[in-house]
């Protein structure tokens, strides 16, 4: 038995095996929302408030809503709700990441079916976009291993993109590029015969998308969230809605910045193979479903003189699953 | 023409001696060079051996592990409200062929 663990911004998505090599995913929204009670009465309205979802009580008395509850009822008070992961990694400023996160993951992952189950997940490549010394990849990963050998697993990490590699190329003889488009970072693989040559990250994704839109339509980065998941727009076309107008055009904003990096990191890297053929280019994660962002992708690769020759730009078979699954076959290879 | 004698010889003779002297100190420079004859060129030599402290190769950096210390992370006490947490889905799609080709590239 083995397990694939991605450990999103966004997202926890654990992949497991099922039957008949079938795969039985897990996902949770990784976010949550406290509300501190100033009373005893208070208290007890405020639990029976919250029959029906999914919360903690916590050793100081305060509740903490989980996932998509947590967001909904963000939300409702006009507010948004907390991740304990941040671009990324764990949040370094929030105070309780750390013991929210080791909460979630125990209960995605649960305790190891035997002792010492091998469980890959993934981690962000360093990025080269950042400045910010409080993102320590080193340190996420001493986190989350920790966390998940204390859960029986015997842990270790690959990054997120060679992951999107060996859940997508395996028809291109695992030979190609993956773009993991997440909520706090896009990362880039470049692989040659299963073995990645190329990898590096950009911290401007779907929560830049969102942080943007709110400044320019003045409302809550969760509402701007919930909108962009749930309305209907297309990359580079006007909406009804001026969240979803402002979204599509940050959007295109994104997809530019992202292909001009993947330009620009590529030409005359000394790391990169010389390919026989044009290369699969495979995009997933949750901010690569909207509506035209393989074509506008396409289209942007060509605008910033790519430097390598692409066959197509295609999407992951199920984008949000993706990752785990590459770790899933990562665990069982590796 | 006894005095002319004399002073012809000990010219002669000043002469060698000078040559001789420019001599052995070319042979002497040249075998301290090469340390043919076991001299050190460092100065204050004999001092540092009889000092017992040595000072530190100012140019060798040592480094010290600064990597963020992993603390304990408790999560006992904090009171489940919920039945189950997270979506389950199950996948129809087969990943036994992409396991087999991996591991034959990896090999």
């Known amino acids: ?334 | 023409m006894n005095d002319s004698y004399t002073v012809l010889i000990s010219s002669v003779l000043v002469f060698m001696l000078l040559c001789t002297g420019v001599l052995l100190f070319l042979i002497g420079y040249l075998c301290g060079k090469s340390g043919a004859l076991g001299v050190s060129n460092t100065a204050y030599d004999g001092h540092k051996r009889n000092n017992s402290v040595t000072s530190p190769n100012k140019y060798q950096s040592i480094d010290i592990d600064e990597s963020k210390f992993v603390t304990e992370i408790n999560t006992e006490g904090m009171e489940k409200k919920y039945i189950e947490l997270g979506d389950t889905k199950e996948s129809s799609e087969d990943i036994s062929r992409s396991i087999n080709k991996l591991k034959n590239l990896k090999r």
Not at chain 1, 23 to 48: G, H, L, N, Q
Not at chain 1, 211 to 238: H, L, N, W
């Open chain 1, 1 to 334: 038995m083995a397990a694939g663990l991605d450990v999103g911004t966004s997202f926890i998505v654990l992949a497991k095996d099922g039957k008949e090599d079938r795969v039985v995913y897990k996902d949770f929204r990784d976010a949550f929302y406290t509300i501190k009670p100033s009373t005893p009465v208070a208290t007890k309205m405020i639990e029976k408030g919250l029959s029906g979802k999914v919360f903690i009580k916590d050793t100081d008395g305060s509740f903490i809503l989980l996932g998509k509850d947590a967001i909904e009822k963000a939300i409702e008070r006009n507010d948004t709700a907390k991740r304990p992961m941040h671009k990324g990694v764990v949040s370094a400023k929030e105070k309780d990441a750390k013991k929210i996160l080791a909460f979630i993951l125990k209960e995605v992952v649960g305790t190891a079916s035997e002792p010492g189950e091998k469980l890959v997940f993934c981690v962000p490549a360093q990025p080269v976009d950042q400045e910010d010394e409080d993102f320590d990849v080193g340190y996420h990963e001493d986190v989350v291993s920790t966390i998940l050998n204390g859960c029986g697993y015997s842990a270790r990490s690959i990054n997120e993109a060679e992951a999107l590699c060996y859940a997508e190329l395996e028809s291109e003889d695992y030979t190609g590029i993956a773009v993991s488009c997440g909520a706090g970072m896009t990362n880039v693989c470049v692989m040659l015969n299963g073995e990645p040559t190329v990898l590096f990250s950009t911290t401007k994704s779907g929560d830049w998308i969102d942080r943007m839109s709110a400044v320019a339509t003045g409302e809550p980065d969760s509402v701007v969230q919930a909108e962009k998941e749930g309305g209907d727009f297309t990359i580079g076309k006007p909406s009804d809605s001026n969240v979803l107008s402002a979204v599509s055009a940050y959007y295109e904003r994104l997809i530019d910045y992202t292909t001009k990096n993947l330009a620009l990191a590529l030409s005359g890297h000394k790391s990169l193979p010389k390919f026989k053929n044009p290369l699969v280019v495979v995009v997933a994660g949750g901010t690569s479903q909207a509506k035209g962002y393989v074509d506008i992708f396409t289209q942007k690769l060509q605008d910033n003189n790519f430097p390598l020759p692409v066959k197509v730009v295609k999407h992951a078979s199920d984008p949000l699953h993706a990752v785990a699954k590459g770790c899933l076959i990562a665990s069982k290879v590796l």
